[in-house]
């Protein structure tokens, strides 16, 4: 199974935990933007995969078929923009688990990601680390001794480490505490971002916390940093949960009402299932709604993506037919 369809001991609050560094190969221009010079690239990556190996395959994007592109997306494995600017040029390493996955050609030339479910900062650092210092060891890097190592955004240069993890806070939403939680946390230096990263908006609750700050700092003090803010945060919502819990019909009314419009209707959008879904994943991690798994929690997020939808059905539809088949899979998921 998949990381993004298992459970852990936070993963009612804390889904999700990526670690993303950012690199530059020695040698190589940065911000690449003629095809021969990303073919250069993509060649010296291609050509020394086998002495990387971790069980990752080459994907060009232009090779790719729309479907399969968006719903590596959907799952914030590929960037958006990756996908949308570096669509013609870009290219990537993915393994079957999907836990691993390096864009190259993005901003940087190569964007190692791990990932890993729930809040696994020290494990998911461990292996991109691991990973890293074998994929410099096969083709070498950009280094400088006085600022580390060197990225085409200075935001980025020192460790190029970036950590994040992806929260669930319907309670602190419900509550009216959201905004001073989150504004509270951005003091500290750390990012709060949508689903999608950069520049996208919180959609069902969900919400990305990040480190700002990449230059003068271990890789282990980030991770630390960010550990301490991910669990206060997961305490904040937990407290938040319980005083929802107090006022029991109420809680249970939002919840039912939630799961009776997925299990009943016929045609339902992908933002409006993400908002109901955020109801029934708070019911379930509750205790009130009996009637679904966690498992089946989590592939309702997933397969009720545009893409990933498609994808599990095997087929392609148009925006209007896809609103009915997302009912159809609800109910199928629900069922099984």
Known sequence: MNWYLQSSENSDVAISTRIRIARNLHGFKFN???????????????DNLFNINYGLKFFKLKDMDEITKMSLVEKN?????????RNETGSILI????????????????????????????????????????????????VSKKYGYLTACPSNIGTGLRASVMVHLPALTKTKNTKKILQAVSNFGINIRGVYGENTEST??????????????????????????????IEQERKARKILAKDDIELEDIVYRSYGILNNCRKISSDESRKLLSNIKLGTDL??????????????????????????????YETIERDIKRAEVIKQIIKE
């Open 32 to 46: 690449l933007s003629k095809k021969e010079e990303i073919e250069l690239l993509e060649n010296k990556v291609k």
């Open 204 to 233: 069902g609750d969900m919400y990305q916390i990040s480190n700002k700050q990449t230059l003068g700092i271990s890789e282990k003090e980030i991770i630390e940093n960010l550990n301490i803010i991910v669990e206060k945060i």
């Open 77 to 85: 494995l590929l960037s958006p923009d990756f996908v949308l600017k």
């Open 95 to 142: 393994n079957d688990d999907e836990n691993i996955c390096i864009m190259i050609g993005e901003e940087d030339h190569l964007r190692i990601q791990v990932f890993s479910n729930g809040l696994d900062l020290k494990n998911t650092l461990n292996l991109a680390i691991e990973l890293d210092k074998k994929i410099e060891q096969t083709l070498g890097y950009a």
């Open 287 to 316: 205790g009130i709604l009996k009637e679904l798994t966690d498992l089946k929690v989590k592939k309702l997020y997933l397969y009720t993506k545009p893409a990933n939808m498609q994808k599990y059905l095997g087929e392609q």
